[in-house]
């Protein structure tokens, strides 16, 4: 119903040309709802799940039916003639029409261990696709974040450039005032309005940085890029990490969907080994036919009726040279075991590396943010101090617009550091194999 009603809303704002708030959570559920990439994923779990089914259908019993007809060319009936008797006696008669059904039953006994160990293989693979699945949601999510906080970066840096430009066109009315009475000089004015200038292209430039970044994340959850989407944010606080580096990088291994994945598909290639080694072995079946043929062969003399007969036994099959198909395969199933493990080895090197930039990158996020907010104090207080000198004429419009500028960056400067702490949580939540979603 939730979703219903998200989807009702966000035609409704389409239809309306207004703007529909989303929170993260809510990004999150459109996004991953309409991801492309998913969807391949879930197809690939659907599809590794038909192998087990494939697999382990092989292992039962194998039903067969087949039927026939077959006219025959006509032929003199087999006859014997005795002295005894005037006319030859007809032993069989000749029947044209045959009519053949059977039902055939073949159950695997013994195959080398291949049957087994191919359904084996299946139910691993099956596993890492699951587990490659669920990373998959993960890296989406993270695209979705990406887009989602650097739509909000983009709206807070308008925000500041607009303040600002509020500021600029107020000193340039108290100038003009100044100037009327004689306590500016043109040359203030001047340096104001060159000021209110450059602010002005800021702007233009805001606000094309704040479009493209709300086409990203239309694009990011699955919207048309023009669609009027906004999002909601509640305020960001910066905390100070409380995590232990060996502790990460354990949780990572452990929880990694990537590096389950990766084991899951080592194991796979151990039942691929032994599914290929089972050519040196034979392959025993119980095997049993079922026939209902018009005329029976097993009736002699032949009768032109259908007639029922069936046999059962066990058949052995055995390639005694194969030209080294059997060797190479396993060499093969080999090699792609090294492959696995090798791929293993680099992404739990690749995972410790990831989780110790993401942890440092995290730590330094926050202190960025403490460093940047205390800029932020500085640069108001340096702004208050300013502008009551420049309206008791103390300090001059160049001291006033290096305070404003001063003030600009730092705001500036807060408001990116406070989105990139925000992200280095994710990426860090990310790496250690958290849900992010």
Do not use: C
Request: charged content about 20%; hydrophobic content about 40%.
């Amino acid at each position: 119903m939730r979703k219903l009603i998200l989807v009702v809303l966000l035609a409704a704002a389409g239809l309306y040309g207004q703007t529909k708030k989303l929170t993260l959570s809510e990004s999150l559920e459109i996004g991953l709802r309409n991801s492309n990439e998913l969807k391949i994923s879930r197809s690939k779990v659907i599809g590794a799940e038909a192998q087990i089914t494939s697999a382990g259908s092989q292992l039962m019993p194998q039903l067969g039916f087949s039927a026939s007809y077959i006219r025959l060319s006509n032929i003199p009936p087999f006859e014997v003639s005795l002295p005894i008797f005037p006319k030859p006696i007809q032993i069989s008669p000749v029947i044209l029409d045959n009519y053949s059904l059977k039902l055939s039953l073949q159950q695997p006994i013994f195959t080398g261990l291949r049957l087994v160990s191919l359904k084996n293989a299946a139910n691993w693979n099956y596993d890492a696709s699951q587990s490659d699945l669920s990373s998959a949601m993960n890296d989406a999510a993270l695209k979705i974040q990406n887009a989602f906080w650097n739509y909000y970066r983009a709206e807070l840096n308008e925000k500041v450039i607009n303040e600002n430009l509020q500021q600029i066109n107020q000193h340039l009315e108290d100038t003009k005032n100044f100037l009327a009475n004689g306590l500016a000089t043109e040359n203030d004015l001047l340096k104001l309005e060159v000021q209110a200038s450059s602010i002005k292209l800021q702007k233009i430039e805001a606000e094309n940085n704040l479009d493209i970044a709300r086409a990203a994340f239309n694009q990011a959850i699955g919207l048309p890029l023009e669609a009027a989407t906004g999002i909601e944010v509640k305020e960001i606080r910066a905390e100070k990490s409380t995590y232990n580096l060996n502790d990460l990088i354990s949780e990572a291994k452990n929880n990694r969907n990537e590096y389950k994945s990766l084991k899951f598909r080592v194991m796979a290639s151990d039942d691929g080994i032994t599914a290929a080694r089972s050519g040196w072995f034979p392959s025993v079946y119980l095997i049993g036919d079922y026939y209902y043929n018009k005329p029976n062969s097993r009736i002699i003399p032949a009768v032109n009726e259908f007639k029922d007969t069936w046999d059962l036994g066990v058949t052995l099959q055995w390639s005694l040279w194969n030209w080294g198909y059997t060797s190479s395969q396993t060499t093969i199933a080999e090699q792609n075991k090294v492959q696995a493990e090798t791929s293993l080895a680099q992404l739990k090197d690749a995972i410790e590396i990831e989780v110790y930039q993401n942890y440092l990158a995290f730590n330094r996020g926050y202190d960025k943010v403490n460093v940047a907010k205390l800029g932020v104090e500085q640069a108001e207080e340096n702004y208050r101090t300013i502008k009551e000198k420049y309206d008791t004429q103390v300090a001059s419009s160049t001291d006033l617009i290096d305070a404003e500028t001063a003030l600009l960056q730092a705001k500036t400067n807060y408001n990116n550091s406070l989105v990139e702490y925000e992200l280095a949580k994710v990426r860090l939540d990310k790496s250690v194999g958290k849900k992010i979603y």
